[in-house]
């Protein structure tokens, strides 16, 4: 017997919001480690304050050291206290049965999900300084790109080997 083709209108109130899902935070060391990003920062930008002060001869003038140093000191603090906790607070991830997501960003935020299905493959990466933390980062590839599509920082390596399997084999079992 033939059935008769359906096509029901949904409505977007009835479906599952991504931004409403139970998130899973990044290992604590993750803030850290950005902090320790945001520090070398603030201290490669007070070198070249310096140089420029030396090189413009107003090196020991004491209102342009003082001023300079003291501006960059309270926004070195207000990031390395503030804003690097936003930025850790901000990212996280949700694993569904079918998906996963990747929320980040402060000013400008950004939530991505990606079907398994459409998954092609995951790698795990680790930076210098992802070692000395004893993190990594899980890269998701869908087809068609050369960058990964999402790429979770902060993970132990535990935790991003359960997610990279976890992932690949779903998404071979939702194609068969």
């Not at 201290?43 to 003082?66: H, P, W």
């Not at 140093?69 to 990212?91: D, E, F, Q, T």
């Amino acid at each position: 017997m033939m059935s008769i083709f359906q096509n029901e209108q949904i409505y977007p109130e009835g479906l599952p919001a991504a931004h409403e899902l139970d998130y899973e935070s990044l290992d604590p060391k993750h803030l850290t480690q950005i902090r320790l990003g945001f520090m070398l920062f603030l201290v490669v930008i007070l070198v070249g304050l310096l140089v420029f002060l030396a090189t413009s001869g107003k090196l020991f003038s004491i209102r342009y050291l003082a001023g300079g140093l003291a501006s960059w000191l309270v926004i070195g603090i207000l990031l390395l206290l503030v804003w690097a906790r936003l930025v850790y607070k901000r990212r996280s991830f949700a694993v569904r049965r079918h998906d996963i997501s990747f929320r980040s960003g402060v000013l400008i935020t950004r939530l991505i999900t990606i079907p398994f299905h459409r998954i092609q493959h995951c790698d795990i990466s680790r930076s210098l300084t992802d070692q000395f933390f004893d993190l990594s980062k899980l890269n998701i590839y869908t087809a068609g790109g050369s960058s990964s599509d999402i790429t979770i920082p902060g993970l132990s390596m535990e935790s991003a080997d359960k997610l990279k399997t976890y992932i690949l084999t779903t998404g071979v079992d939702e194609e068969e």
